[in-house]
């Protein structure tokens, strides 16, 4: 079955090895020069959101295949150049660099006669199916604001050091958004910048795992008790009964954010992907990083808040996140007039397009990739026909928005996903 995979970052990659384990013709068509995705810096494509001082959130552990771990000598967390040169490593130990086409940008996919057509760089060709592989943190989103600002905005999208794409050094910088970039970029220029960070809706902030200290379990890891035998309603309830009683205890030895000045914590753990850092709530306490609420109106290099305050800054950092964008793929083929509008069926089957596959866009409390691994997994073995969907009534019924529901718990949502494509097949 001829399959084509759009994108050789981490999830292109281990989707390419399970549809070869399991007898497929593959094509992965990467926009870059090199396999890693996001964690090529420089990768040609010109989509990383990577910057020179980037590492994982999530431990080595945690961020393995299940049957490929990390090198002895990598630290706990690895940097991008680490991730990039493990992810060549994959790709070459289960050789899948014959089946990728490098520096060969998609252009548009379409569907006729019961086939669709890639069109690439270098041509049109046609598949049986298609995996979206191309990820979601590729198209940066800018917030827009009344006025006009005067100084230097960037998204973080482009920021690589604090001197490239600009020397920020000893300028008044304020970045806008709490996520996990916005407050990692933060602490490196405080270093050497005046730094305030603008939030609009606050965030719950956790230290990272320190070595020897047990994480959550890897999706590759078989359920244990109490939740093995429960059903699963029942046991994702327990799971949001537990979850928050967790964090509270994860963050027990922070400053606590809303006493810092940050706007309140999310009702829930469920609402926002909690930021992994260690120093950013410290940084504030010691008033080395400033804290705005939400921006108002911009007044040439003076920026107004909507508290009523108003700071002059140099420069603008939009850490305010991306879009999930599918430009290759019609709205009339997706169904949808935006990606982020996409429901699918356990978050990888196209309801009315049931070979149309996406992997690695999920909203999850782990490290996508080895539960992208486990998605990969699933594809393959419904397209060997190992197992069989349910009906078009029970996919659409069941197919979800992929981007607005509640995060998933990583190791329910893999064993859900196992014990499907372990029913023998109709």
Known sequence: MKIAIIGAGPSGLTCCKSLLESGHDVTCYEAGEAVGGQWVINNSSGMSSAYDSLRTNTNRDMSRFSDFAFPDDYPEYPSHSEMAQWFAAYAKKFNLLPHIELANPVNRITYDNDQYYVESSRGTETFHSIVVASGNLWCPVYPAYPGTFTGQAIHAQDYQAPNNPCDLKGKKVLVVGLGNSGCEISVELSKLADVTVSARSGQN???????????????????????????????????????????????????????????????????????????????????????????????????????????????????????????????????????????????????????????????????????????????????????????????HQEAYPILKVPFAHCQFTADNLRKEANRPAK
């Open 205 to 395: 902030i956790l230290p990272r795992v320190k070595p020897g200290q047990k994480g959550p379990p890897h999706p590759a890891e078989a359920v244990g008790q109490p939740f093995k035998f429960l059903p699963k309603t029942l046991r994702n309830k327990l799971f949001q009964w537990l979850m928050p009683k967790i964090l509270r205890r994860m963050m027990k030895n922070l400053p606590d954010p809303e006493a810092l000045g940050l706007p309140a914590l999310p009702k829930t753990p469920f609402e926002k992907r909690s930021v992994v850092n260690d120093h950013f709530l410290g940084l504030i306490e010691n008033d080395v990083i400033k804290v705005k609420p939400g921006i108002s109106e911009f007044a040439e290099k003076k920026i107004r808040f909507v508290d009523g305050s108003q700071t002059e800054f140099d420069y603008i950092i939009y850490a305010t996140g991306y879009r999930f964008a599918i430009p290759y793929l019609h709205s009339n083929l997706l169904g949808v007039d935006d990606p982020q509008d996409l429901e699918l069926y356990q978050g990888i089957m196209h309801p009315t397009q049931p070979r149309l596959f996406v992997v690695g866009v999920v909203r999850a409390l782990c490290s996508i990739w080895p539960l992208a691994e486990q998605q990969s997994i699933w594809i393959a073995k419904l397209l060997a026909e190992e197992f069989t969907a349910p009906n078009s009534d029970v996919v």
